[in-house]
């Protein structure tokens, strides 16, 4: 054991690199396949931060802390973020990251979705959370592939001080019981509007927050389109608002056939009145590649239903 320490302490401190934002795609998954995590510095200028903090304050704000330690006593998690900011909207189909995350998941998938969108704001007191893989929202279950890729985006300025995430560089092989040692263990500091990228496998957890200030996070993650999302985009963001968004984003959110057969729905209307087995491209009033699926009075009651059901269900609150 001695000696084990000994050599350990003789190895280098691992370091997350940093690149510029402009770095070439290649260059980023060339340090996330060796390191599982990329700090992009500067990503965004400070007045979209700016645009991004205002529109989800209020929900910030509002929200109460976790209720268990690995959510965090001390911390605020709020979602929704694609139906209630369209600053996050801009996050989620950021073309530098969104490449990224389509290079590193295209071995096992033919699309990749939305996984999660979440503010995580660490305040005073907070102390850190326990270092684990994302991967384990499925369990220990998947071998063999890379299921998630994952930013936190630097709302405030993220310090070894007030909870800069910690990361283990270069864990993503290591056995899910291995425990990390604290000198294998780094923080990614950096500046706001940066965005830290990695891996579902690579083991990290939120740094302690020992100093007054908040540290605010936007965790926006992604996952093989065949998989179950963390967060359920279909309720988080329904029809009722999906519909009016870009496609690449209704995409993202999961409005779509993932592949042949997968995620089909037939509208639950009167015996002959709607189609049955469409794509969920169909809730939001869009054709599957231009061939009509029913007529325009029939998406017309669709949408109608699914309006009806969303305002029923909004006055049951
Ligand atoms: O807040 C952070 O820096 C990381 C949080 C995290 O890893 C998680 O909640 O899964
Ligand atoms: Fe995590």
Not at 51 to 59: F, K
Not at 248 to 258: A, F, I, K, S
Request: charged share 20%.
């Amino acid at each position: 054991m001695a000696e084990r320490m000994a050599e350990l302490t003789a190895e280098p401190m691992p370091e997350l690199v940093t690149l510029p934002a402009d770095a070439p795609t290649e260059r980023i998954l060339e340090i996330i396949a060796r390191d599982g995590a990329v700090i992009l510095k500067d990503v965004l200028s400070p007045a979209e931060v700016d645009r991004v903090l205002a529109e989800t304050r209020p929900y910030i704000d509002a929200t109460r802390r976790g209720q268990d330690a690995f959510t965090g006593f001390h911390t605020t998690r709020t979602g929704a973020l694609v139906a209630r900011s369209p600053a996050c909207r801009d996050l989620v189909l950021n073309p530098r990251v969104l490449e990224a995350a389509n290079r590193f998941l295209e071995p096992w998938c033919k699309r990749i979705q939305l996984h999660l969108t979440q503010v995580i704001r660490l305040q005073p007191g907070q102390p850190a959370q326990v270092i684990h893989r994302d991967r384990w929202a499925w369990g220990t279950y998947l071998k063999g592939v890379e299921p998630q890729f994952n930013t936190i985006w630097a709302i405030t300025d993220f310090t070894a001080a007030n909870g800069a995430t910690q990361v283990v560089p270069r864990s993503s092989d290591w056995p899910d019981d291995r425990q990390a040692l604290p000198q294998e263990i780094t923080r990614a500091e950096m500046s706001r509007g940066s965005v830290l990228l990695y891996t579902g496998s690579v083991f990290h957890g939120g740094g302690a927050n020992e100093s007054d200030g908040e540290r605010i996070g936007m965790n926006i993650t992604y996952s093989l389109g065949w998989l179950r999302q963390e967060e359920n985009q279909y309720l988080s963001c329904p029809p009722e608002i999906a519909r009016d968004l870009p496609k690449p984003l209704q995409d993202l959110l999961g409005y779509t056939v993932g592949s042949y057969a997968l995620g089909y729905y037939t509208p639950p209307l009167p015996p002959g009145q709607g189609p049955e087995a469409v794509g969920p491209e169909y809730a939001l009033g869009r054709t599957l590649d231009g061939e009509g699926l029913g007529s325009e009075e029939l998406r017309a009651a669709v949408s109608a239903s699914i309006d009806q059901a969303a305002l029923a269900a909004s006055s049951r609150v």
